[in-house]
């Protein structure tokens, strides 16, 4: 079936540092969102992409679509401990309106 | 508001019984969804509802059976459970339909822990 590749699976990183996932597909998608769970918790909605190129900012979370429309990029600059959690892309594709996931990239702060 | 409840926290069963996971919420959204979250494997979906009245089966539909009881409510149903089951659920809810020209953004709980032992 339709999948979407999220890379990488695991980003250790030290307080400070940047730290990026990224979400492909083989696909044209129609749009994308990204979801943040917290050890423990439940995904909590992000942000969605829809255009081409687009690119949305959260304080220090930057959110990209590639040109095609075929990939995402979700940057996160300076990380801080209350980033640590696991981040997830879901898309849905022009031929089928279903959602897919990613397996999603768990942050982790280095001590 | 509460958002998406869902009912119970916790569970353990044994093989072969069975159990309803409760979901309610109270944002007045179209659609709700069942998702199951094993480690590693993301996400997956077992059944949704797009809208009242409608349900319809995901990518893991089998061993489970759901009941969209009206627009608030969406039960999930294991009629005998086995250890594959074992998992963390998600009840999800959305304005419209997850992947549809809207583009709406799921809600979800805080999911139930299942052991099936």
């Known amino acids: 079936g339709q999948q979407v590749m999220q890379i990488p699976q695991y980003q250790h990183v030290q307080e400070g540092e940047d730290f990026t996932t990224y979400c492909n597909s083989s696909?044209?998608?129609?749009?994308i969102q990204w979801y943040k769970q917290r050890p423990g918790g439940h995904p909590v909605f992000l942000i969605q992409?829809?255009?081409s190129g687009e690119v949305k900012k959260q304080k220090r979370l930057t959110f990209q679509f590639g040109e095609a429309k075929k990939n995402s990029s979700l940057h996160i600059t300076a990380t801080q401990t209350t980033d640590v959690g696991t981040y997830f892309c879901?898309?849905?594709?022009?031929?089928?309106?279903?959602?897919?996931w990613g397996a999603g990239t768990k942050l982790i702060i280095k001590p | 508001n509460a958002g998406v409840t869902q009912t119970p926290k916790f569970q353990v069963l044994k093989t072969g019984q069975s159990m309803t996971l409760q979901c309610a919420q109270d944002m007045n959204h179209n659609s709700m969804y069942w998702y199951r979250q094993d480690p590693g494997m993301g996400l997956r979906l077992i059944y949704y509802s797009a809208s009242e009245g409608t349900t319809d089966k995901g990518e893991v539909p089998n061993g489970y059976n759901v009941s969209r009881l009206n627009k608030r409510e969406f039960s999930l149903r294991l009629e005998s459970a086995a250890p594959s089951q074992t998992s963390v659920y998600f009840c999800?809810?959305?304005?419209?339909?997850?992947?549809?020209?809207?583009?709406?953004?799921?809600?979800f709980g805080n999911g139930t822990r299942l052991t099936v032992t």
């Open positions: 999800a809810s959305s304005e419209e339909a997850a992947g549809s020209p809207y583009n709406s953004p799921l809600h």
């Open positions: 992409l829809v255009k």
């Open positions: 696909t044209t998608l129609s749009n």
């Open positions: 879901a898309v849905s594709m022009d031929s089928n309106y279903q959602l897919i």
